[in-house]
């Protein structure tokens, strides 16, 4: 394992104290987009059901097949030595704002993180900034990826809240689902069959991702 220069924050020495092998491997590049949510409530129901397109996000943007040099045989290698940190990878379903609270003072309160900014999941909610930050990409190599895949992240995410607005049910995936579907899109990318109900039917993710495109439209 090559040596790399930490950057001198107080906070990223702590980790790599804390977590050790897992942080000191973490050579990888993502890409974050904030999208902003007008209530926690809001952002609680929103993030629940972002955690659906975890799979179609990551299978857009993988772009990490090698690491040190290696090929991984994965199409996203990143996702899966981020999830080896304590606090990172799938979300968990949160009933509401209250229980995101309740989260985060028992963890704080228990040294385990000092903030949100040590919660490293696919998505979370962003209090200090009033977010939903979408963290699943991989770093995409050009400008012009890179926006049209933060356009994308903020119409779904605005589709997702104009749902909210009007009282009609956002869509979630059981979690076991969207855990093997992120497996497979971290395996795959586009080339990926996902599950798509409880009876364990496949659909090829790249259709997937169509269908979706064509449903943000009307709000891209």
Not at 169 to 176: D, G, K, S, T
């Given at each position: 394992m090559g040596e790399q220069d930490i950057t001198p924050k107080e906070r990223y020495?702590?980790?790599v104290d804390r977590c050790q092998w897992p942080a000191r491997?973490?050579?990888?590049?993502?890409?974050h987009v904030h999208v902003g949510i007008a209530s926690g409530e809001k952002a609680i129901a929103t993030f629940n059901s972002l955690s659906t397109y975890i799979p179609h996000l990551l299978a857009l943007s993988a772009s990490s097949p090698y690491f040190e040099g290696e090929e991984t045989g994965l199409a996203s290698c990143r996702v899966k030595i981020f999830e080896s940190l304590p606090t990172a990878g799938l979300p968990y379903r949160l009933l509401n704002w209250a229980?995101?609270?309740?989260?985060?003072?028992t963890l704080v309160n228990a040294r385990a993180i000092e903030s949100v900014r040590e919660i490293w999941w696919d998505v979370r909610p962003h209090p200090e900034f009033g977010t939903v930050e979408v963290r699943t990409c991989d770093g995409l190599p050009t400008l012009d990826d890179i926006i049209a895949?933060?356009?994308?992240?903020?119409?779904?995410?605005v589709w997702l809240g104009d749902q909210y607005d009007e009282g009609i049910?956002?869509?979630?995936?059981?979690?076991?689902i969207v855990r093997e579907n992120k497996w497979r899109a971290a395996r795959w990318a586009l080339d990926a069959e996902v599950i798509i109900d409880e009876d364990g039917r496949l659909e090829p993710l790249a259709e997937s991702i169509?269908?979706?495109?064509?449903?943000l439209e009307p709000v891209s």
């Open positions: 020495h702590l980790l491997r973490l050579m990888i590049f993502g890409l229980e995101f609270q309740r989260l985060m003072i895949m933060t356009a994308m992240i903020q119409a779904l995410v049910y956002l869509p979630l995936q059981r979690y076991w169509g269908r979706l495109i064509e449903s």
